[in-house]
């Protein structure tokens, strides 16, 4: 292809995005920016994303069947699984005018996942034990109501996604399937490049389930995931359910102080209650207190410097959804305002559940259960009675230890690049799929969903393999094998012959961008060469003669040889 | 593939659509309809789907780049067209639930067509002639708000598209573009084997411009447009742009009658005045009061069978939009409640526009201007002055003379596979996007659009080839090549043979689906088949011994040959 025919060509300005994928995609002209989270893909972009969507698609052929799921879809079928008022990234189609509205007024959901549409069309044509198992997959572009779109194709609000579904009649048959799929799921990222940095990262199973899912996340240092590694154990946790323990504190005190509730009006985060008492802020305690679905009312206590993650505290108080009491709550629990609440006299009632970062202090803080006061000195066995038992409810930080082995976590960022998702029964359930087993008896159907994001993808790619002049693209998802210049264009045999090794390039089905450009300066086109980062680089001009020069984008030397030895480099 | 494996296999049931299309696609398995007008592709659908697309992209890939524009659009670029609030056929997305609302309220269009994504979009790039010409395209969904989905894929809410966007500096070197495009446009359709069959109709160009636009349809009962054919000129209209004269009408009376008012009240529809008349619905007058968006308030009659073609009108009229005047303004102005309004006594400030169908009539009949009372034996020159001038106001119909050459029109039903538009500098202006000239200063952009719609076309193709037994698809587009059946497989050594036969299609790279099922008849295999429309049928058995019957699904004959020459004839 000739660079100067191509449209969407580098831009000269040196605008900086908050992301090496965003700055250098659109700076080159891979992506183009619509609006904050949707992006146009331009010509090179395109070549690029569809690389990698027929590497997973190859990929998926040995273990599933490519079908296109529609955007659009009814109502109900949301509502059959009970999503339609619970998804907070869900979107619906609404008539976009006042015309529009009096032609056709109906709404549809616009599919984030497509669990809901994929049970029911199982439903339609595999019933019998004999039909299992079976897998559907498609590459597609997906939407979601997302506020904080950032990091270029690291999170948008319309983004492409391979979403695979399976279906089982055994969990045996599921477990197995699903261990082939993290094969696959490595088979690809091998192929992409990215297998040497991406791991298996336990995550939430959601909240029908205690099993983890798994995130393929690769380290990243824009990725906006927090990866937590027991390396005894070999083991990754992501942040939101990476069991924790609290580093110990240093104690310094000997021995237990008169308990006092000392006035500190308006003084509520820690940091700056641990100043105004001169006390570390790991002897501040955070009392919070949470009204649970079943209409209980209880309180969390839990060392200062430290956040509630709410999946954990929700498994371990036994409920399905939680949400902070309400102001009036907290006052007639506590006696106080919100702000100081404390574990001292709470109501019988309100059961306490105490992280275990909040043992083992002498001499600690906590609310007074009275407005404005804090009571410091406080002492388990003399104030409270020991809590009969200590829980991980904790947000894990980086410094904390993993519990089985007591080892300091090693902390990373990453991006999530694919995960996986036991979903068992909880959406065959909902449409009433069952299979029909040997003896006629209907049975349950077992699921896994499997999501993989070409165009985050894309993104990671770029954050990973780039430096201080731009791309260095993977092989396997450059948007050309070479980038061709021809320099001293105005010399008849030097441009002879520039574009007789462009055909011949073509001719040996070596795909090639020719900066064919005549009023463009050798540095330019060396510097959009660097920038739109093809593996290769080969230059002929007057220097180079009846030669050529050859450069890999990731090598730092050139070399000057024949078109026959070009060839052979390439096909190394 | 082995078709045991296949997900989606044809039905049992013999549910009728309101299409060959849906009713074969649906029961043959290569769609699978979510909700009215939204399908899902199967695995066979998307083979079939891909195909077309291929052959799309790689003839648009000769006059334009692919990109990739997203559906998700701010509403912003659609106010600036001004088409925000005028296109009734937009949707947009807006949360769909509270938790939805609370997390990102934000609303954005979700596109039927890219103009306000793709001028903004050159704008970035292209701003130099030397940048000129240049054309974009992408393959993908496209969205609509469409109240009458129907007919399978020909008419749906979401649907695959081709849209093409081409940019000038000059009319002339658009219009040799948009040439250009209609050879593209018809190589497309000879490979999708619709060429014999597709023609090139005039029709709208949209409100701001006289000339025509141009669509592809092919011939098709199922089709929704309406062709007229004018054979001397070999040029086809739509109906909605077709000139009309009206046939001459059968004159029996010899001289005037004294023209009388009738009462005739609640008798509105012309047939049923004519009948209470006793005169042919051709005597009767159809007269109707509009106002224009200059406050003008308009009469047309024309003769009873006729309806107005609003577009013609406007053109007469010069003016941007009708409505039919409200029941007061009828009243004012006629003297009579909506439905009496006649030709006679109408103040001077109502221009009458008369269509030329009204004409050369004795003795007709048209409303009284008075509530409950029609005017007969109405004569131009005695009772009302002879017009000034008749114009083609009406909606063509079957029976209408082309005006040129006076020849009765051959009118067909189609279906649209095709649409280019000249948009000229209508959405450049909106965008004030200029190119700058040689001289440095800024001119008009001009620009075209360029339609192609692969899930339609699927949807024609099946309309097209089919026949009582199922689809026969064309070799460009079939799911596979060769339909491979094993018969009497419980026999080893047929199994063996078939086995052989389909790894050896396999290995020739013939794409082959393989019914390998052992518990299906025969008679089921072959309805299967003919139902699936494949190509080429092949059959091993233990009648065929060592060798293979062929049989081609659009012919009778079956034959029986090796498996070399099954390579050969697949070959041909």
């Given at each position: 292809?000739?660079?100067s025919k191509?449209?969407?060509k580098t831009k000269?300005?040196?605008?900086k995005?908050?992301s090496?994928?965003a700055?250098y995609?659109?700076?080159?002209?891979?992506?183009?920016q619509?609006?904050?989270g949707?992006?146009?893909?331009?010509?090179?972009?395109?070549?690029?994303l569809?690389k990698?969507?027929?590497?997973?698609?190859?990929?998926m052929?040995e273990?599933g069947?490519?079908?296109?799921?529609?955007?659009?879809t009814?109502?109900?079928?949301w509502e059959?699984?009970?999503?339609?008022?619970?998804?907070d990234?869900?979107?619906?189609?609404?008539?976009?005018n006042?015309f529009?509205?009096?032609?056709?007024?109906?709404?549809?959901?616009?599919?984030?996942?497509?669990?809901?549409?994929?049970v029911?069309?199982?439903?339609?044509?595999n019933?019998?034990?004999k039909?299992?198992?079976?897998?559907l997959?498609?590459?597609?572009?997906?939407?979601?109501?997302?506020?904080?779109?950032?990091?270029?194709?690291?999170?948008?609000?319309e983004?492409?996604?391979?979403?695979?579904?399976s279906?089982?009649?055994?969990?045996?048959?599921?477990?197995?399937?699903?261990?082939?799929?993290?094969?696959?799921?490595?088979?690809?990222?091998?192929?992409?490049?990215l297998?040497d940095?991406?791991?298996?990262?336990?995550?939430?199973?959601?909240?029908?389930?205690?099993?983890?899912?798994?995130?393929?996340?690769?380290?990243?240092?824009t990725?906006e995931?927090?990866?937590?590694?027991?390396?005894?154990k070999?083991?990754?946790?992501?942040?939101?359910?990476?069991?924790?323990?609290?580093?110990?504190?240093?104690e310094?005190?000997?021995e237990?102080l008169?308990?006092k509730?000392?006035?500190?009006?308006g003084i509520?985060?820690?940091?700056?209650l641990?100043?105004?008492?001169k006390?570390?802020v790991?002897?501040?305690?955070?009392?919070?207190?949470?009204e649970?679905?079943?209409?209980?009312?209880?309180?969390?206590?839990?060392?200062?410097?430290?956040?509630?993650?709410?999946?954990k505290?929700?498994?371990?108080v036994?409920?399905?959804?939680l949400?902070?009491?309400?102001?009036e709550?907290?006052?007639?629990?506590?006696?106080?305002?919100?702000?100081?609440a404390g574990?001292?006299?709470?109501?019988?009632?309100?059961?306490?559940?105490?992280d275990?970062s909040?043992?083992?202090?002498?001499?600690?803080?906590?609310?007074?259960?009275?407005?404005n006061?804090?009571s410091v000195?406080?002492?388990?066995g003399?104030?409270?009675?020991?809590?009969?038992?200590?829980?991980?409810?904790?947000?894990a930080?980086?410094?904390d230890l993993?519990?089985?082995?007591?080892?300091?976590?090693?902390v990373?960022?990453a991006?999530e690049?694919?995960?996986?998702?036991?979903?068992?029964t909880?959406?065959?359930?909902a449409?009433?799929?069952?299979?029909?087993?040997?003896?006629?008896?209907?049975?349950?159907?077992?699921?896994?969903?499997?999501?993989i994001?070409?165009s985050?993808?894309?993104?990671v790619?770029?954050?990973?393999?780039?430096?201080?002049k731009?791309?260095?693209?993977?092989?396997?998802?450059a948007p050309?094998?070479?980038?061709?210049?021809?320099?001293?264009?105005?010399?008849?045999?030097?441009?002879?012959?520039?574009?007789?090794?462009?055909?011949a390039?073509?001719?040996?089905?070596?795909?090639?961008?020719?900066d064919d450009?005549?009023?463009?300066?050798?540095?330019?086109?060396?510097?959009?060469?660097?920038?739109?980062?093809?593996?290769?680089?080969l230059v002929?001009?007057?220097?180079?003669g009846?030669?050529?020069?050859f450069?890999k984008?990731?090598?730092?030397k050139s070399?000057?040889?024949?078109?026959?030895?070009v060839?052979?480099k390439l096909?190394?």
């Open positions: 292809m000739l660079y191509l449209f969407g000269k300005d040196s605008k995005y908050d090496a994928n700055t995609l659109i700076k080159a002209g891979f992506i183009d619509v609006m904050a949707v992006y146009t893909y331009l010509p090179l972009g395109l070549r690029v569809n990698i969507e027929n590497i997973i698609r190859e990929e052929n273990i069947d490519e079908v296109y799921m529609p955007s659009l009814p109502q109900a079928l059959q699984t009970g999503r339609l008022e619970t998804v990234v869900l979107m619906k189609t609404v008539p976009a006042k529009a509205l009096a032609k056709h007024s109906s709404e549809y959901i616009l599919n984030p996942t497509h669990e809901e549409v994929v029911p069309l199982g439903q339609k044509f019933l019998s034990y039909d299992f198992p079976f897998a997959y498609q590459i597609q572009s997906k939407f979601r109501n997302e506020p904080r779109v950032k990091s270029g194709l690291l999170r948008g609000r983004f492409r996604m391979k979403d695979l579904y279906f089982h009649i055994s969990i045996e048959d599921f477990k197995k399937y699903y261990e082939k799929s993290k094969e696959v799921y490595f088979k690809v990222f091998e192929r992409l490049g297998k940095d991406t791991v298996i990262v336990l995550a939430s199973g959601g909240s029908f389930t205690d099993d983890y899912s798994h995130e393929f996340q690769t380290f990243c240092e990725g995931d927090v990866i937590f590694f027991a390396k005894s070999n083991v990754y946790y992501n942040r939101e359910v990476a069991p924790s323990l609290a580093p110990k504190i240093v310094n005190d000997k237990m008169p308990k509730d000392v006035l500190g009006k509520i985060g820690v940091r700056e641990a100043n105004f008492l006390i570390p790991e002897k501040t305690t955070k009392t919070l207190i949470f649970t679905d079943d209409n209980r009312v209880i309180a969390v206590a839990i060392r200062g410097g430290y956040n509630i993650n709410e999946d505290l929700r498994k371990i036994k409920c399905k959804t949400k902070f009491a309400s102001a709550t907290v006052k007639k629990m506590t006696g106080a305002e919100v702000g100081y574990i001292l006299n709470l109501p019988r009632e309100v059961e306490i559940f105490f275990e909040a043992a083992n202090r002498l001499n600690f803080e906590c609310g007074a259960n009275k407005t006061y804090h000195n406080v002492n388990f003399r104030d409270l009675p020991i809590p009969k038992k200590f829980y991980d409810i904790k947000m930080k980086e410094g993993f519990p089985e082995t007591k080892e300091v976590y090693q990373k960022k991006a690049v694919g995960n996986i998702f036991p979903l068992y909880k959406f065959t359930d449409f009433e799929y069952k299979f029909i087993d040997q003896e006629g008896k209907q049975q349950p159907i077992y699921m896994g969903c499997y999501g994001g070409p985050r993808i894309m993104g790619i770029v954050e990973k393999f780039n430096d201080e731009g791309i260095i693209w993977p092989k396997s998802v050309f094998q070479v980038h061709l210049i021809g320099l001293d264009l105005k010399e008849e045999s030097v441009k002879k012959k520039v574009y007789q090794v462009y055909q390039l073509e001719k040996h089905k070596i795909e090639v961008l020719f450009r005549e009023e463009v300066t050798a540095g330019n086109k060396f510097s959009d060469a660097d920038l739109i980062g093809i593996p290769v680089r002929v001009s007057k220097r180079t009846e030669k050529i020069e450069k984008r990731n090598g730092k070399e000057v040889m024949s078109f026959e030895n060839l052979k096909s190394e």
